[in-house]
């Protein structure tokens, strides 16, 4: 699958009051700390393997850096 033709460009804002409770504030940190690692990870690539755990030490090595 490959992107054709952009149907819209747009922008996502997040507006916070300064009087959040304790629980809300909570909530709202874990939320930006979860959208801040998806922009982090966005240029990442993610590998999954199936591999028995008694060989995985000799695959490991490959992607590790």
């Given at each position: 699958?490959?992107?054709?033709?952009?149907?819209?460009?747009?922008?996502?804002?997040?507006?916070?009051?300064?009087?959040?409770?304790?629980?809300?504030?909570?909530?709202?940190?874990?939320?930006?700390?979860r959208i801040q690692a998806v922009l982090k990870a966005k240029n990442s690539k993610y590998i999954?393997?199936?591999?028995?755990?008694?060989?995985?030490?000799?695959?490991?090595?490959?992607?590790?850096?």
């Open positions: 699958m490959r992107e054709t033709v952009t149907l819209l460009k747009s922008e996502a804002v997040l507006a916070q009051t300064p009087q959040l409770s304790p629980e809300k504030e909570a909530v709202l940190q874990k939320f930006l700390f999954l393997m199936n591999v028995p755990n008694e060989k995985f030490r000799k695959y490991q090595r490959f992607f590790l850096y």
